[in-house]
């Protein structure tokens, strides 16, 4: 047996910001496989000596026997996409299934598809997983929790989804919830706060001048550095104790005029402009302005204690000058 046969087999799906980080963190002890939906990152993902599989989720069945249609999203064009959809079990892929052991894990990593209630994307990844996994790891959103009006939430607190991005999540996680009780699979459901870290801070937008909500009608955020993300997945994966819903987040809410500003300061420019809410309906896009009517404080300490995060980045102060140090 080669190392590569002994070293335990891992599913990334979808590699992305977050799965590209993760990626090198796994490659060391493990054989990974990254599921894709473009040629493009099939590709870049390949000439870095990392397996690949490519399947695009947002195709659907037209009705004929092995036939798929490509369902097109608005705004988006399918060149760079695979045109088809594997119809047969992932892991019966001739790129996976070469006489060595099933996936012991699987990291999902894809989010839901723009529109509707329920996540097509995910439903149909698990029509197609043959063997199941030892772990199901997936990453969802803080959002679930909805408008508490500043208050402490955490994993035990009922959901209240207000938008329909937030229900697209309960929806994939109570599927997987279901999927996973049916075949004995231990679960873990990491729930997000604002992922940010290198090429993911406002620099456009201050640089645009763009204003963010005066801080007596600004709401409360919560935050992630994309490394500590990252160790919180692979603290899932190693942590055979692990199970059921984990909140994710640095543990210092801040409003989000609070979290430009930061920014702001850290690289130099201006400080954003404040305006009131009502300016900010004038001229804010629509997602933007459903987050903003939102407002919750995350408890990690479950994070923390049970699953074992030791988070590098506390202080979100840190976590923006490292991210500006890093270029991606």
Not at 138 to 156: F, K, M, N, Q
Not at 172 to 179: F, G, L
Not at 254 to 271: C, I, M, N, T
Request: aromatic letters at 6%.
């Amino acid at each position: 047996m080669n190392d590569t046969q002994a070293r335990p087999r891992i599913l990334v799906a979808g590699c992305g910001y977050v799965g590209r980080r993760l990626l090198s963190k796994l490659e060391a002890d493990h054989e990974v496989i990254a599921l894709v939906r473009s040629a493009a990152s099939a590709a870049a993902l390949a000439a870095r000596g990392t397996h690949v599989l490519g399947m695009d989720l947002d195709l659907a069945h037209s009705g004929r026997a092995g036939g798929f249609t490509l369902h097109q999203e608005i705004g988006q064009e399918p060149d760079d996409r695979f045109d088809f959809l594997i119809d047969h079990p992932i892991d019966q892929d001739p790129e996976w299934d070469d006489g060595r052991q099933a996936p012991v894990a699987i990291l999902y990593l894809i989010p839901p598809q723009r529109q509707g209630e329920s996540d097509l994307r995910l439903d149909r990844f698990l029509q197609r997983l043959g063997t199941p996994p030892q772990c199901f790891i997936y990453i969802s959103s803080t959002g679930v929790y909805g408008d508490t009006g500043g208050g402490l939430v955490d994993e035990s607190t009922p959901v209240q989804p207000r938008s329909e991005r937030a229900r697209r999540r309960i929806s994939a996680e109570e599927m997987i919830r279901v999927w996973c009780h049916e075949r004995h699979v231990r679960r873990v459901v990491l729930r997000a706060g604002g992922i940010y870290g290198p090429g993911r801070l406002p620099l456009e937008a201050l640089r645009r001048g763009e204003p963010v909500v005066q801080e007596q009608d600004s709401g409360i955020s919560n935050h992630i550095h994309v490394d500590d993300l990252a160790e919180a997945c692979l603290a899932a994966l190693s942590n055979h104790e692990a199970c059921g819903i984990y909140n994710i987040s640095d543990g210092q809410p801040l409003s989000s005029g609070d979290f430009y500003l930061k920014v702001a300061r850290a690289s130099g420019l201006p400080d954003p402009p404040r305006v009131s809410m009502d300016e900010a309906q004038l001229t804010f896009t629509p997602q933007r302005l459903s987050f903003l009517a939102e407002s919750r404080r995350v408890d990690n300490r479950r994070m923390l204690t049970h699953l074992g995060v030791k988070l590098k980045y506390t202080d979100p102060d840190a976590g923006i000058r490292a991210s500006l140090q890093e270029t991606i």
